[in-house]
């Protein structure tokens, strides 16, 4: 049988079993305590992690101060790369104190207007120089009721994964369109019947990757090329998907090989 919300049981296919609404209700208080532990262990080691790293960073430029008329060339490039180390190693630290301060903070929303969002995230790129020769078709976007703050961290995440995996052989075409979720979509992703959802579909040109990795994007720290390709920690799309489960919401990805990247982002009307 399909799950209805009036129904008081469950039916899960694949094990064949019933599981009463009060037990599921359990199992996802359990599962939200996990994950609310889990990120405050993550927050204690960055916070733990980033005071010897300062030092470290303070060491270096004490020695090279005392050395730098006497540094042979090979310690100069040596100290270099340390100093290089270092700063990566900040910057991963920044992205999974990011990670894990998405669930210690609560949800505040506020009317977001999309199109506005969304403009001021291509203007921001535009200013620094982000991506060249890019080019963004923009449809008319939905008024959501969201953090302003999170979802200018969702779609500045979009951008800059469509420019760091752009072809190196044309410009990086991007598109952004809305549409209404139909019934039968609701039906797919097991949403309320009597609701309006609206769908976003971002899509780029950009190099693609297999659809056996449609899911595997979003697990935190999964990488599918070299850091030394592509840079990053592999932490943006989990953050991503972090924030839309946070919204009640959902994103997914769908791709082939070479022929870009499609992310589909679901939100509910404002209520």
């Given at each position: 049988?399909?799950?209805?919300?009036?129904?008081?049981?469950?039916?899960?296919?694949?094990e064949?079993?019933l599981?009463?609404?009060?037990?599921?209700?359990?199992?996802?208080?359990l599962?939200?305590?996990?994950?609310?532990?889990?990120?405050?262990?993550?927050q204690?080691?960055?916070?733990d992690?980033?005071?010897?790293?300062?030092?470290?960073?303070?060491?270096?430029e004490?020695?090279?101060?005392?050395?730098?008329?006497?540094?042979?060339?090979?310690?100069?490039?040596?100290?270099?790369?340390?100093?290089?180390?270092?700063?990566?190693?900040?910057?991963?630290?920044?992205?999974?104190?990011?990670?894990?301060?998405?669930?210690?903070?609560?949800?505040?929303?506020?009317?977001?207007?999309?199109?506005?969002?969304?403009?001021?995230?291509?203007?921001?790129?535009?200013?620094?120089?982000?991506?060249?020769?890019?080019?963004?078709e923009?449809?008319?976007?939905?008024i959501?009721?969201?953090?302003?703050?999170?979802?200018?961290?969702?779609?500045?995440?979009?951008?800059?994964?469509?420019?760091?995996?752009?072809?190196?052989?044309?410009?990086?075409?991007?598109?952004?369109?809305?549409?209404?979720?139909?019934?039968?979509?609701?039906?797919?992703?097991?949403l309320?019947?009597?609701?309006?959802?609206?769908?976003?579909?971002?899509?780029?040109?950009?190099?693609?990757?297999?659809?056996?990795?449609?899911?595997?994007?979003?697990?935190?720290?999964?990488?599918?090329?070299?850091?030394?390709?592509?840079?990053?920690?592999?932490?943006?799309?989990?953050?991503?998907?972090?924030?839309?489960?946070?919204?009640?919401g959902?994103?997914?990805?769908?791709?082939?090989?070479?022929?870009?990247?499609?992310?589909?982002?679901?939100?509910?009307?404002?209520?």
């Open positions: 049988m399909n799950f209805n919300k009036n129904n008081m049981e469950m039916l899960f296919k694949d064949n079993i599981i009463s609404e009060n037990k599921l209700a359990e199992y996802k208080q599962l939200s305590d996990s994950r609310r532990e889990n990120d405050q262990f993550v204690l080691v960055v916070h992690m980033k005071a010897p790293i300062r030092k470290l960073g303070t060491f270096i004490r020695l090279l101060t005392k050395s730098k008329f006497t540094a042979d060339p090979d310690a100069a490039r040596y100290i270099d790369k340390i100093e290089n180390t270092l700063e990566d190693l900040q910057k991963m630290l920044d992205s999974m104190s990011a990670y894990a301060d998405l669930d210690a903070k609560p949800l505040e929303t506020t009317t977001v207007d999309l199109n506005t969002l969304v403009k001021d995230c291509i203007l921001k790129i535009e200013k620094h120089g982000g991506a060249t020769e890019m080019q963004v923009l449809s008319e976007l939905p959501i009721m969201a953090n302003r703050n999170e979802m200018k961290n969702l779609f500045a995440e979009m951008f800059t994964n469509a420019i760091k995996f752009k072809s190196k052989s044309e410009a990086l075409q991007i598109s952004i369109s809305s549409d209404i979720l139909s019934v039968e979509e609701k039906e797919i992703f097991n309320a019947a009597g609701k309006i959802y609206h769908k976003i579909i971002f899509r780029d040109n950009g190099i693609g990757f297999s659809k056996d990795y449609n899911q595997k994007i979003f697990q935190p720290f999964y990488r599918l090329h070299g850091k030394s390709t592509y840079p990053g920690y592999g932490l943006g799309l989990a953050i991503s998907r972090k924030i839309m489960n946070k919204h009640e959902s994103i997914f990805a769908e791709a082939g090989e070479k022929r870009g990247a499609t992310f589909t982002i679901i939100f509910s009307e404002i209520s």
